[in-house]
């Protein structure tokens, strides 16, 4: 039983390898692919806030944590090289409003939160497939 | 007949509780998220090994009246000692900081607090905890909160049950989330976490400390089987939850905050404070176990007094040593580092040292002179030993290339 | 010639054992053995050795050295053998705890450090 778990392990990699799929990411998909991630965690996170389905402390330890997950991601991608790309500097400029809205998030009703949804989505969206390319 | 009913329950309650706690937690939630039901097989072949470790362990210390870490200086010597005491020190240190930090984010969760506030408060209500509380209290008050996890289930229940699109994941993940080595990773992690060596050091020392003999066996084996079993029902249950609601929502789980979405979506407030409260038990209860496992291990291989129901002055060194290892911990956490990340790395690094520290349990276990007849059965020996080098040689490969390529 | 009342013991019986006093507690465990050549040709075990330097001998030479540096054998106890009741994995001792100098730290730790925190006594 344990010899067929091995051979299973040992087949999927073969797989893998033939599929063409890497074994690694370069550290460039790694920062899109986290931050896209935590782009869409915070998304849902304000949405699932006004919709009452999480409450308001939740969403602001929530928030706390996307944003030190967050935090230097633009200087990560800098030193990847992103200035000097098309799809680097379309992430650089989404980047920032978007952290506006990690660091300052709407949780009440009195500001427009649909729009920061709409934000992080985009850059969500955009981060992702930066990191999928 | 009716305490011994009780005592059975309370073990089992006690497994389901010990199953769960941040490692396992931090696994099966990005494991969901990442590979849909791809890393299913891996917590069942760590849960066959929890079980047979764990009733192995049980049936050690009950019939040879003798603690694993006091069997370990006895039989090897001093030198060989230190490699399983060096390899737990390392490994747990990280480990009890992310259980803190699970604590406290659970915490953080209710209250909205940061978590580097609550960590120091955290920290010395766990101290205060293990300086003064009995053994029973620590074993069963965290564990019947722990119960709770069972509305992991039925949040599965409410989202329609597992969706037909993602049983494929269990024999060939989808590679869209994440990647080989992060694959990897995983499976490493996943058997770290389950397969804790601080679990064989607390349940002998337990044993001992409720003076166990050779008529506890049934005891212990059912606690074994029917608490670890229904413990690895609670972590596949989140593994699935995150499959369901995470995955499609291109959530990878990385902060032990996203998981609760996955409880959100289908019961509002009440689900997200439901994993908040999991978090909680589960985490409160790790961390007792591997305070207590770590000072168990050096007390008894020092051969000093030990023992929670003693009073602090009575075990001296046992205590100063307990109170040290928290330090220890505290400062690891104060570095600010996610706790899902700390128990993650902390799991692979397990997962790597898990030789040094059970083989020479595995060869205790057969040796008559501790044990009798009641020594392992072949299946048994080879099983574990399979599980060993396939947790070894996993983490081998992955931890390198992880820390290559910048962390999972 | 062996008396059969004698009991045949390898040192590794020995090395290593938990010391037990009569009082039921725990005061350390046997760190190394200091034996003597007697005129006889005869090796005699005269004292188990408890202690830090002992400990750090077990692991290497200069490493016990070190720690004899800055230990200066304070902390390194020897308790003849004629003490020990019974062999064992476990070593029972005549005497109770406060008659050895092992395992005082127990005490020295509970009386000057504990007692300063709440709840130490």
Same mark, same amino acid.
């Given at each position: 039983?344990?010899?067929?778990?091995?051979?299973?392990?040992?087949?999927?990699?073969?797989?893998?390898?033939?599929?063409?799929?890497?074994?690694?990411?370069?550290?460039?998909?790694?920062?899109?692919?986290?931050?896209?991630?935590?782009?869409?965690?915070?998304?849902?996170?304000?949405?699932?806030?006004?919709?009452?389905?999480?409450?308001?402390?939740?969403? =602001?330890?929530?928030?706390?944590?996307?944003?030190?997950?967050?935090?230097?991601?633009?200087?990560?991608?800098?030193?990847?090289?992103?200035?000097?790309?098309?799809?680097?500097?379309?992430?650089?400029?989404?980047?920032?409003?978007?952290?506006?809205? @990690?660091?300052?998030?709407?949780?009440?009703?009195?500001?427009?939160?649909?729009?920061?949804?709409?934000?992080?989505?985009?850059?969500?969206?955009?981060?992702?497939?930066?990191?999928?390319? | 007949?009716?305490?011994?009913?009780?005592?059975?329950?309370?073990?089992?309650?006690?497994?389901?509780?010990? *199953?769960?706690?941040?490692?396992? $937690?931090?696994?099966?939630?990005?494991?969901?998220?990442?590979?849909?039901?791809?890393?299913?097989?891996?917590?069942?072949?760590?849960?066959?090994?929890?079980?047979?470790?764990?009733?192995?362990?049980?049936?050690?210390?009950?019939?040879?009246?003798?603690?694993?870490?006091?069997?370990?200086?006895?039989?090897?010597?001093?030198?060989?000692?230190?490699?399983?005491?060096?390899?737990?020190?390392?490994?747990?240190?990280?480990?009890?900081?992310?259980?803190?930090?699970?604590?406290?984010?659970?915490?953080?969760?209710?209250?909205?607090?940061?978590?580097?506030?609550?960590?120091? *408060?955290?920290?010395?209500?766990?101290?205060?905890?293990?300086?003064?509380?009995?053994?029973?209290?620590?074993?069963?008050?965290?564990?019947?909160?722990?119960?709770?996890?069972?509305?992991?289930?039925?949040?599965?229940?409410?989202?329609?049950? @597992?969706?037909?699109?993602?049983?494929?994941?269990?024999?060939?993940?989808?590679?869209?989330?994440?990647?080989?080595?992060?694959?990897?990773?995983?499976?490493?992690?996943?058997?770290?976490?389950?397969?804790?060596?601080?679990?064989?050091?607390?349940?002998?020392?337990?044993?001992?400390?409720?003076?166990?003999?050779?008529?506890?066996?049934?005891?212990?084996?059912?606690?074994?089987?029917?608490?670890?079993?229904?413990?690895?029902?609670?972590?596949?249950?989140?593994?699935?939850?995150?499959?369901?609601?995470?995955?499609?929502?291109?959530?990878?789980?990385?902060?032990?905050?996203?998981?609760?979405?996955?409880?959100?979506?289908?019961?509002?407030?009440?689900?997200?404070?439901?994993?908040?409260?999991?978090?909680?038990?589960?985490?409160?209860?790790?961390?007792?176990?591997?305070?207590?496992?770590?000072?168990?291990?050096?007390?008894?291989?020092?051969?000093?007094?030990?023992?929670?129901?003693?009073?602090?002055?009575?075990?001296?060194?046992?205590?100063?040593?307990?109170?040290?290892?928290?330090?220890?911990?505290?400062?690891?956490?104060?570095?600010?580092?996610?706790?899902?990340?700390?128990?993650?790395?902390?799991?692979?690094?397990?997962?790597?040292?898990?030789? $040094?520290?059970?083989?020479?349990?595995?060869?205790?276990?057969?040796?008559?002179?501790?044990?009798?007849?009641?020594?392992?059965?072949?299946?048994?020996?080879?099983?574990?030993?399979?599980?060993?080098?396939?947790?070894?040689? =996993?983490?081998?490969?992955?931890?390198?290339?992880?820390?290559?390529?910048?962390?999972? | 010639?062996?008396?059969?009342?004698?009991?045949?013991?390898?040192?590794?019986?020995?090395?290593?054992?938990?010391?037990?006093?009569?009082?039921?507690?725990?005061?350390?465990?046997?760190?190394?053995?200091?034996?003597?050549?007697?005129?006889?040709?005869?090796?005699?075990?005269?004292?188990?050795?408890?202690?830090?330097?002992?400990?750090?001998?077990?692991?290497?030479?200069?490493?016990?050295?070190?720690?004899?540096?800055?230990?200066?054998?304070?902390?390194?106890?020897?308790?003849?053998?004629?003490?020990?009741?019974?062999?064992?994995?476990?070593?029972?001792?005549?005497?109770?705890?406060?008659?050895?100098?092992?395992?005082?730290?127990?005490?020295?730790?509970?009386?000057?450090?504990?007692?300063?925190?709440?709840?130490?006594?």
């Amino acid at each position: 039983m344990w010899q067929k778990a091995g051979t299973c392990i040992g087949l999927l990699l073969l797989l893998s390898i033939l599929a063409g799929c890497t074994v690694t990411e370069s550290a460039f998909a790694r920062t899109t692919g986290n931050a896209g991630s935590a782009f869409a965690a915070a998304m849902t996170t304000l949405a699932y806030e006004h919709e009452g389905k999480l409450t308001y402390a939740f969403a =602001v330890s929530s928030f706390a944590d996307f944003q030190s997950e967050l935090t230097g991601t633009d200087q990560a991608l800098l030193a990847q090289g992103a200035a000097n790309t098309r799809t680097g500097r379309q992430l650089l400029a989404l980047y920032t409003p978007a952290m506006q809205v @990690i660091d300052a998030p709407c949780l009440s009703n009195a500001c427009d939160w649909r729009a920061q949804d709409a934000l992080l989505q985009r850059a969500s969206q955009a981060f992702l497939e930066a990191g999928n390319t | 007949m009716k305490k011994q009913w009780t005592s059975i329950a309370l073990g089992v309650v006690t497994a389901i509780g010990g *199953f769960l706690d941040a490692g396992t $937690i931090a696994t099966s939630g990005e494991a969901g998220a990442k590979f849909g039901l791809g890393l299913v097989w891996i917590v069942l072949v760590a849960t066959v090994a929890i079980i047979l470790l764990v009733e192995m362990v049980g049936r050690f210390t009950a019939v040879s009246k003798k603690t694993y870490a006091e069997a370990i200086r006895e039989d090897f010597g001093f030198r060989f000692y230190l490699l399983p005491l060096a390899s737990e020190v390392i490994a747990e240190s990280i480990l009890l900081a992310a259980e803190l930090g699970g604590i406290s984010i659970a915490l953080s969760l209710f209250t909205g607090i940061s978590w580097h506030i609550l960590f120091p *408060f955290v920290a010395l209500f766990i101290w205060i905890i293990v300086w003064r509380a009995s053994f029973n209290v620590i074993e069963n008050g965290p564990a019947l909160l722990g119960l709770v996890t069972l509305s992991f289930l039925a949040a599965i229940v409410a989202l329609g049950g @597992i969706p037909a699109h993602l049983l494929p994941t269990l024999w060939h993940p989808s590679f869209q989330h994440g990647t080989v080595a992060d694959y990897l990773y995983l499976v490493a992690a996943t058997l770290g976490a389950t397969i804790s060596p601080y679990m064989l050091y607390f349940y002998s020392s337990g044993a001992r400390e409720e003076h166990w003999t050779g008529a506890s066996l049934l005891l212990n084996r059912v606690t074994a089987i029917v608490g670890m079993s229904f413990g690895s029902m609670g972590s596949l249950a989140l593994l699935v939850l995150a499959a369901i609601v995470l995955q499609p929502l291109n959530i990878s789980a990385s902060t032990l905050g996203e998981l609760g979405i996955a409880m959100a979506k289908p019961f509002g407030i009440v689900g997200s404070l439901l994993f908040a409260t999991v978090l909680f038990a589960t985490c409160l209860g790790a961390a007792l176990e591997v305070v207590l496992a770590v000072s168990y291990n050096i007390a008894q291989g020092f051969g000093w007094e030990w023992g929670e129901n003693k009073k602090p002055a009575e075990a001296a060194r046992f205590n100063l040593v307990m109170t040290i290892f928290l330090l220890i911990a505290v400062a690891i956490g104060l570095t600010g580092i996610d706790p899902l990340q700390l128990a993650l790395l902390a799991s692979t690094i397990i997962s790597l040292f898990l030789p $040094i520290s059970l083989s020479p349990f595995l060869i205790l276990m057969n040796d008559p002179q501790y044990l009798g007849k009641k020594t392992n059965r072949r299946f048994t020996n080879i099983a574990m030993v399979c599980i060993l080098v396939l947790a070894f040689l =996993v983490a081998l490969v992955s931890l390198p290339l992880e820390i290559i390529t910048g962390g999972g | 010639m062996l008396d059969p009342r004698d009991e045949v013991f390898s040192i590794r019986d020995i090395l290593d054992s938990q010391l037990l006093t009569s009082d039921g507690r725990r005061i350390g465990r046997v760190a190394d053995i200091e034996a003597e050549v007697r005129a006889d040709d005869s090796l005699v075990l005269l004292y188990l050795v408890a202690g830090p330097q002992a400990l750090a001998g077990r692991v290497n030479t200069r490493l016990r050295d070190l720690f004899r540096f800055f230990l200066r054998d304070r902390f390194d106890h020897r308790i003849p053998l004629s003490e020990v009741t019974k062999f064992g994995p476990t070593l029972h001792l005549r005497g109770n705890a406060k008659d050895y100098a092992v395992g005082q730290s127990d005490r020295w730790i509970a009386e000057h450090i504990l007692r300063w925190i709440p709840g130490g006594r």
